[in-house]
């Protein structure tokens, strides 16, 4: 899922906080941080595992990199939320596995005792899925976890900080949390996750990270070498020049996305499982990056009573997929049966072989007047037109 700069404000505030440089800033005490912690601005990853294309530039405009503050707030959404979107969020059967590894460790951590609560509250409060994308705009677990204390100490109210980046971070928090059950539900789910990291999900983020060593490399080198030259007539079209890619363990086909302009852009995509399916994480990328186009093709052509049902949600679920399609003919058009065939299996529908075109447009589909849109704004994208 795709998020604009329109569509989430916050996220920008925090994405302007984070990426604001090494200035100097009076902070409250915060929790005791771990040695690796670097603080908001510090760039090595948590892990301390070192990143591949670590800074977008010119030679590489979208490095790819793997972030465990990422993998660990998304791992806990996961945990506690039913996923019974056509196209899942997160990897089918990535609780499970979870589950497993944690009763081979004889683990129990607040984020399982806590469970049925923080699922509860979730399930009821469908608006608290907004701040999954808050992460992308962090560098590490223990400033992200500072900030949250920092937060939920104001109760929400800006004024009852001091320092000017701590009021920005209160001024974003509150606009996913404005509630004080919003907040208690953020502290006992932050609370649960801290336990998790510390107990269980450090040590297995590393080991399984550095297992999937080759895989990041695979990506990063079947993106830079072969499918960025392809892409980079779109995403210069799309007003999308610079970003960064994380390759997300928890996530699904649906990545998790903030698209902000040339610069300001962070897409989480599918770890994929092993080398040969590197071009997995790529089909992510290109069903993101056209989010902004399928938003707009789709907000076009429905009326209000459309969007009030929801008819319009389930057209741009299929417009982001059907849009990443039209990207992957243009840009890598070898790829696009397998791409439709990545997709029909995220959605768990069955095709026969040679038939994954017809079987894909069946599982997507869209009207006439949405997909015309569509295929004209890649193809002025693409082609400059």
């Known amino acids: 899922m795709t998020l604009t700069r329109r569509a989430l404000p916050w996220c920008f505030a925090a994405l302007a906080i984070a990426c604001a ?20 601005h510090g760039q090595p990853s948590q892990s301390g595992v070192p990143e591949p294309g670590q800074y977008a530039s010119p030679d590489n405009p979208w490095p790819v990199k793997t972030r465990y503050v990422v993998d660990l707030w998304l791992h806990g959404f996961a945990m506690i939320s039913d996923d019974t979107s056509r196209v899942p969020i997160f990897r089918r059967g990535y609780r499970d596995e979870m ?7 004889q683990l129990v951590t607040l984020l399982d005792t806590d469970h049925d609560s923080l699922a509860r ?9 907004g701040a999954q994308f808050a992460v992308l ?3 590490n677990w223990d400033a992200m976890y500072r900030d949250i204390q920092v937060f939920l100490l104001s109760g929400g109210d800006p004024r009852k900080v001091k320092a000017q980046d701590d009021a920005q971070v209160v001024k974003a928090w509150f606009q996913i949390f404005p509630g004080a059950s919003d907040r208690k539900w953020l502290q006992m789910f932050a609370t ?13 983020w590393n080991r399984v990270e550095l297992a999937r060593r080759p895989v990041l490399s695979a990506v990063d080198s079947a993106w830079t070498k072969i499918y960025l030259k392809q892409f980079r007539r779109f995403q210069q079209g799309a007003d999308l020049e610079y970003g960064d890619i994380y390759l997300s363990l928890p996530l699904g086909a649906e990545g998790r996305t903030i698209l902000g302009g040339k610069r300001q852009n962070v897409v989480a995509v599918i770890y994929p499982d092993s080398a040969p399916h590197a071009a997995e994480a790529v089909f992510v990328v290109a069903h993101e990056m056209v989010g902004t186009v399928a938003e707009r093709a789709v907000g076009d052509n429905t009326t209000p009573n459309e969007k009030k049902s929801g008819l319009a949600g389930q057209y741009l679920n299929a417009a982001t997929v059907r849009g990443g399609a039209l990207v992957i003919e243009r840009a890598a058009p070898a790829q696009l049966t397998a791409y439709e065939a990545f997709y ?6 069955a095709y026969a072989p040679g038939q994954e075109a017809l079987a894909f447009r069946q599982a997507f589909p869209l009207p006439d007047v949405i997909m015309a849109e569509l295929k004209q704004a890649l193809d002025a994208a693409t082609t400059g037109i």
């Open 21 to 40: 440089g090494s200035q100097p800033e009076t902070k409250q005490p915060a929790p005791a941080p771990s040695p690796r912690g670097q603080g908001r």
């Open 99 to 105: 589950v497993v590894e944690k009763n081979k460790m």
């Open 137 to 139: 705009a962090e560098h």
């Open 344 to 349: 029909l299996r995220a959605a768990g529908i």
């Open 192 to 204: 649960a996750l801290n336990d998790e990291h510390l107990k269980f999900y450090e040590r297995y």
């Open 121 to 129: 509250y979730a399930d009821a409060h469908p608006y608290i899925a």
